[in-house]
């Protein structure tokens, strides 16, 4: 059975910063591209991140040069460092085994004063 467990979500002031984790099991985690979607309140659901296997890197506009994404095979996790964090941030952050349909449930984070 595969899970994906997200952890790391909170409340965090604008500029601030947080680091997302994803422990997977059930999977053989290092032969899969790994990443991070989010969906904020009437939104649809968006890609953040993602991770290949030999660690290529790719994300959104909206996220370039503030959030890294970063894998450590031996612990079966994907990190997802969030930093110079806005308003705009606020939602559910998804972490997903690409090209399948394993999501995890969901942490939270909010961006507020």
């Known amino acids: 059975q595969v899970q994906l467990v997200e952890s790391g979500g909170g409340l965090v002031q604008p500029g601030g910063s947080l680091r997302l984790s994803c422990v997977a099991s059930?999977?053989?985690?290092?032969?899969?591209?790994m990443g991070w979607y989010r969906q904020a309140p009437d939104k649809q659901r968006e890609l953040v991140a993602h991770?290949?296997?030999?660690?290529?890197?790719g994300y959104a506009d909206s996220v370039k040069g503030r959030f890294a994404i970063s894998r450590d095979n031996a612990k079966n996790t994907v990190y997802l460092q969030m930093n110079s964090l806005k308003p705009e941030d606020t939602a559910v952050y998804y972490c997903?085994?690409?090209?399948?349909?394993?999501w995890g449930q969901g942490t939270q984070v909010t961006v507020s004063s």
């Open positions: 991770m290949s296997t030999g660690g290529s890197e």
């Open positions: 997903k085994v690409m090209s399948t349909t394993y």
């Open positions: 059930g999977i053989m985690f290092r032969m899969y591209t």
